[in-house]
């Protein structure tokens, strides 16, 4: 390499790839290394959380680390650059300004003059671990916090800082804080903006040019255009400014035994699923109680078998089992509802879905073709899909593609509940707890082992009837377990 060479051409820079289908952003948990380490093509670097799972990024060359672009616990975009790495560490010092300088998302941009072609196609993707990944261009979901290690170089208004300031001190929102209007930036060419904002400003009748950016190179937000859209309240009618004034006796203050945490990771994303699954799917929700003594029976049995050594065997296994052979025997409750298309999509597999309760969340990895599996190879995959979400080591691909789901309330202790359907499946099956309870058995009163079954399903894509009918094959399944084989 010659010196010419030794710039920019040395210096790579690896940009957070997008680990999941879709995905725009993850959080940079731990970094495995520092500057001046070295590093090779597949070593693990760093530990980022993404909506689904925590995801370890390996390097995709060999060199020395150059700069640390952000620190851990910072949430940073995809195509993002992370790290620089000195792929020719042997040819002398690295130039001055041949790396992406830290807390940099991406080279500046010229704010003389506007893109060609702003609402254009990229005409590229970076390489990315799953799938195509994000745009580079692509429009950031919302405004973050400014984070240790990557600043936005935006300067905050001292109005507003104290606003924000004393609203985390009372617990509850502050009023916003009057401010004296900003000039317009001056720019010589089109304002910069991305079209989803363009389009923002249009709906809202609001001039881009006369609107201050404070995103990055002078990019005009969706939080710019929302702020000049907001009416600036008069210097008279501004609030008088608060005064602590101290509680009352016998009065508690309740803001100083509260936490906040922010929403972000695997809870955020629960949180939006859900919502979306409750309020767009129709929701249909069937009980049965069963005698399971004769599958607890079996579930001691099966664990002496050799064909089951090693193998984790419990009743979440069978249940597991009965609801793939009642698909199987109505094998239309296994479908999707495709909106966009305005199609029902029958699936000829079975990904069967699992509610994983682990310290970072809920999660839902499946069993892919759950359906044709031996009763041994699905222990073997049940009993490794716990394991990994217990350890928090899920990938993406392992919770994505689910069909129908499972989820164990009875390790709780819980009868049984009204489970939300995952997004893009057709049913939900809760398991309850066990229990010893009188029941009428051969026509007298004894103890049995007795659990309730709670079914939801889609009503667009299950009829009542259909769901009715699933749901009983599980509980006569369950009651009397032979029929594994004799329906199977």
């Not at 790290?83 to 041949?98: E, F």
């Not at 905050?156 to 609203?167: C, M, S």
């Not at 304002?191 to 389009?199: G, Q």
Request: aromatic letters at 4%; charged letters at 20%.
């Amino acid at each position: 390499m010659t010196a010419s060479t030794t710039g920019a051409q040395r210096i790579r820079e690896f940009k957070m790839p997008d680990v999941g289908e879709g995905l725009t952003e993850a959080e940079i948990l731990k970094w495995y290394v520092q500057p001046g380490d070295t590093v090779t093509d597949g070593q693990v670097i760093c530990e980022v959380e993404t909506a689904k799972a925590a995801v370890e990024l390996p390097i995709p060359y060999d060199g020395v680390v150059h700069a640390l672009h952000f620190d851990e616990g910072v949430t940073v975009d995809v195509g993002t650059s992370i790290i620089a790495v000195d792929t020719d560490p042997g040819a002398g010092p690295v130039p001055d300004g041949s790396a992406v300088p830290d807390g940099s998302a991406a080279p500046a941009v010229d704010t003389t003059a506007a893109p060609a072609e702003e609402d254009a196609e990229p005409q590229g993707r970076q390489a990315v671990l799953v799938g195509y990944g994000a745009a580079p261009a692509s429009t950031k979901r919302r405004a973050r916090k400014p984070q240790p290690g990557a600043s936005t170089g935006v300067p905050v208004q001292p109005e507003r800082a104290n606003a924000a300031l004393q609203a985390e001190v009372n617990g509850r929102p502050a009023a916003a804080a009057p401010v004296a209007p900003v000039a317009p930036a001056v720019t010589t060419g089109r304002p910069l903006a991305k079209p989803p904002v363009r389009k923002l400003a249009k709906d809202l009748g609001i001039d881009l040019a006369t609107i201050a950016p404070t995103g990055p190179d002078g990019i005009i937000t969706r939080e710019d255009v929302h702020a000049a859209a907001a009416p600036v309240p008069s210097v008279a009618a501004a609030p008088e400014p608060e005064v602590a004034v101290p509680a009352a006796a016998g009065v508690v203050d309740t803001a100083a035994r509260e936490r906040r945490v922010p929403v972000k990771g695997v809870r955020k994303a629960t949180a939006q699923a859900m919502v979306n699954s409750a309020f767009t799917a129709p929701h249909v929700t069937e009980f049965i109680t069963v005698d399971v003594t004769r599958t607890m029976k079996l579930v001691q049995e099966l664990k002496q078998d050799p064909d089951m050594a090693g193998l984790r065997v419990n009743p979440l296994l069978l249940v597991a089992k009965a609801f793939l052979v009642a698909i199987k025997r109505h094998p239309e409750v296994n479908a999707a509802w495709d909106e966009a298309n305005q199609e029902i999509v029958y699936k000829d597999y079975v990904n069967l879905g699992i509610a994983a309760a682990t310290p970072r969340g809920l999660i839902v990895p499946n069993i892919k073709d759950a359906g044709v599996k031996t009763l041994p190879q699905l222990a073997a995959e049940l009993g490794e899909l716990v394991a990994t979400a217990r350890e928090g080591k899920t990938s993406p691909a392992a919770m994505s593609g689910g069909t129908v789901t499972i989820t164990n309330v009875g390790v709780f202790g819980v009868d049984t509940g009204t489970p939300i359907l995952n997004p893009g499946e057709s049913a939900i099956l809760a398991f309850g707890a066990v229990k010893l309870q009188p029941w009428v058995h051969k026509g007298k009163v004894k103890p049995r082992q007795v659990t309730t079954l709670a079914l939801s399903f889609d009503h667009r894509l299950i009829d009542g009837e259909l769901g009715s009918k699933l749901l009983a094959d599980v509980a006569a399944i369950l009651e009397y377990p032979k029929r594994l084989i004799t329906w199977g």
